[in-house]
């Protein structure tokens, strides 16, 4: 972190973290391999925000002004110049301001409100839904990679939370980046889970 520790690191991506989210990473570009590797050494998380323009390789992008905390949970360094982290989602946050150090972004922001929502009884079928497409994909990674297989999902399973079931239903779902992006900025769990609901309903998915 700068000299100010209320400066985040940013990871622009052409993807959306949600918090509990897993998110693999390959990193190789030597500002952001020298970014984690500073993160790693204060054990302090990276935020990583949906690219609004730009490429996530070559000159900064600009990101959304809505994004996740990325704490790194594994790394390994395969080769040399490449890491590879597996990192899990945080708080959210919003960004408040941007400036460049060196070649990536950093950011002033403001860690946004984790509210608790228990899960109501209309979007039970959300829920027991997901938790067979979690078994499914769990139980055909296991038998097609064995001990290689790296469950895409958080090791702890929290049905019973609204915000919980809308966020992994978000990562999952076939829908477009920007998409995401406005169900992780509501602040609501219960309007992203209703949200949620209404599509599965729609496409007949439950």
């Not at 301001?97 to 946004?112: D, F, I, N, W, Y």
Request: hydrophobic share 40%; charged share 20%.
């Amino acid at each position: 972190m700068p000299e100010n520790q209320n400066w985040l690191p940013l990871f622009p991506l052409n993807t959306v973290l949600f918090p509990d989210g897993i998110l693999p990473l390959k990193v190789f570009e030597t500002r952001y391999i020298d970014m984690v590797r500073d993160c790693m050494k204060r054990e302090a998380p990276f935020g990583v925000v949906l690219i609004k323009s730009g490429q996530e390789v070559g000159a900064i992008a600009e990101p959304e002004t809505v994004g996740c905390l990325a704490h790194i949970t594994d790394w390994d360094a395969p080769q040399l110049g490449v890491l590879l982290l597996r990192t899990q989602g945080g708080a959210r946050f919003r960004i408040l301001e941007t400036r460049s150090s060196g070649q990536h972004l950093e950011a002033r922001v403001e860690m946004l409100e984790t509210i608790p929502s228990v899960l109501a009884k209309q979007h039970l079928s959300c829920a027991d839904t997901l938790k067979i497409v979690i078994h499914d994909i769990s139980t055909k990674g296991h038998a097609e990679q064995g001990a290689n297989f790296e469950n895409p999902f958080p090791a702890t399973l929290q049905f019973n939370d609204a915000g919980w079931v809308a966020n992994r239903w978000s990562e999952i779902l076939p829908i477009p980046l920007k998409a995401r992006q406005k169900l992780l900025e509501l602040g609501d769990p219960q309007s992203r889970l209703t949200i949620i609901h209404q599509y599965l309903q729609q496409h007949h998915i439950i």
